[in-house]
């Protein structure tokens, strides 16, 4: 089955902890993003990687961190510098150019 | 200005009406536009995208206004399960950007019986 996959579907943090959120894509894509969305509003775009061992910031990029050591693999990691880490984070990948396509996404909790 | 812009709503219809959403976008230099749909508490999904010359697929047709700056989706016989939020999306940056895409707050949408 060809998709995107992220895990875990939940995930419960203390406060000044890392965390690293998984997504891994079979599709063949070249481009990968991470977005987050809060409670009744948009996403709003994290990190993007278009290429093995490249990635961009993206709007809300402090806090975060990725790797994109495979091309199947885009790895988040919330650090403790992530003033509201709080929020459902999805996965995305795409062709170049084309449509974007979304995993199930991680609902993080920190308290 | 937000990049893109939509009325959030909600919309309230009841089953098999027509209803219409508009999404405005600021860069005119936008190439890519789309429109997602997003259940509670899931990933979003795409709808279609949205062609120069408008598209249909079953009941949804989306039309694309350059002069005007907006996106539309238009809904026929609306079904209970058409319940969702929908997303307006655009390449805001324009040109050939890699997939880079502005998401709208979305529009949400309520059929009722």
């Known amino acids: ?111 | 200005r937000k990049e893109v812009e939509q009325d959030p709503g909600p919309f309230n219809v009841p089953e098999g009406a027509t209803v219409a959403f508009n999404c405005t976008y600021s860069n005119s230099a936008s190439q890519s536009f789309f429109w997602y749909r997003q259940d509670c508490r899931k990933e979003p999904k795409l709808l279609m995208s949205v062609y120069s010359s408008g598209n249909e697929d079953g009941r949804f047709t989306a039309q694309l206004n350059r002069a005007s700056q907006y996106i539309s989706l238009l809904i026929r016989d609306s079904k209970l399960s058409d319940s969702a939020t929908y997303l307006c999306v655009v390449n805001i940056r324009g040109g050939t950007s890699y997939g880079e895409l502005t998401f709208g707050q979305g529009t949400i949408l309520t059929v009722h019986p």
């Not at chain 1, 690293?20 to 969305?37: G, K, V």
């Not at chain 1, 050591?69 to 084309?98: D, H, I, W």
């Open chain 1, 1 to 111: 089955d060809g998709g995107i996959t992220q895990s875990p579907k939940y995930l419960f943090r203390k406060e000044g902890q890392n965390v690293t959120l998984s997504c891994e894509q079979n599709l063949n894509h070249d481009a990968m993003y991470w977005y987050r969305q809060d409670p009744g509003q948009g996403l709003r775009l994290i990190y993007y990687s278009q290429i093995v061992n490249d990635f961009q910031k993206g709007d809300i990029a402090e806090g975060y961190s990725v790797s994109r050591e495979k091309k199947e693999s885009f790895p988040l990691t919330v650090t403790s510098a992530q003033k509201n880490p709080t929020a459902f984070y999805l996965c995305a990948s795409s062709m170049r150019g084309y449509e974007q396509y979304f995993g199930p996404g991680t609902r993080l909790t920190v308290t």
